[in-house]
């Protein structure tokens, strides 16, 4: 990408992966990919490879909010991605740096287990992500399970949405490749109901960092001015490309390809 004094910016308050298939490593490429600047806020050190996640360290709050207010005092932010979180405390500095910053978009990815299930946030950490971060939220982007954890009281993927967006979310969109169908489908939700629903080709592995790469693709074409409803499908097309491109290049899942459009600009000038 180009960079120049035009290109907006997105903070991104992100985990380390050390296989770069999903965390920060994720977010920079794709918003990079994606014609935004990625600055990174890293909350917490995960140890993992491509099969699962063996543990993590969270960030201290302090050292948090100082890593995002000094960027913020020197470059204006476009918009807010927020993924792994790692702590409740995590979750209060990172509240208290947003409340400043109201008229910047956030783009929330609630990380709460890994791909095999590994528990990511405990219950302290889901309950100050409900109370502190979804109020603050442009764009809530849950799988489907994550929807079901944080509205455990619904009974449909509908009310989950309804639930959190009663809890001050914007939008909602829940993705669907937990869910027992043929192709993946995914739907946003507003206040007003159901906005739209898409639907995509199941890919046919396992993919690591696909929630992380679509909550970054949101954020950048939210930084770059595009409307919501244009902005979530887009990223969808963007995420499904790069899993489609994927290559398993260790004994878990396969990484997917941020950089595919490279690919495909090389292909279209021979």
Known sequence: ??????????????????????????????????????????????????????????????????????????????????????????????????????????????????????????????????????????????????????????????ACAHELIDLGAEYVLITGSHENTESVINTLYSENGEVDSYEWDRLPHSYHGSGCILSAAIAALIANGVEVAEAVSDAQEFVWEALDSASRLGMGQHLPNRFFWVETEESEDE
């Open 1 to 158: 990408m180009d960079i120049s004094e035009d290109t907006p910016v997105v903070m991104c308050f992100s985990g380390h992966d050390p296989t770069g298939g999903a965390g920060i490593h994720a977010d920079i490429e794709t918003i990079g990919s994606l014609g935004a600047y990625a600055t990174s806020v890293i909350t917490t050190l995960t140890i993992q490879d491509t099969q699962d996640v063996q543990g993590y360290i969270p960030i201290d709050e302090a050292t948090i909010a100082e890593q995002a207010r000094a960027v913020l005092e020197d470059m204006p932010v476009a918009a807010f991605k927020i993924g792994m979180v790692g702590s409740a405390e995590a979750v209060e500095a990172i509240h208290a740096v947003l409340q400043d910053y109201p008229d910047v978009p956030v783009i929330l990815d609630p990380v709460l287990r890994s791909g095999n299930g590994t528990e990511l946030a405990d219950r302290e950490t889901q309950e100050a992500i409900k109370e502190l971060l979804i109020p603050l939220t442009t764009i809530l982007t849950p799988n489907s399970l994550e929807a079901k954890a944080l509205a455990s009281e619904a009974d449909s993927l509908a």
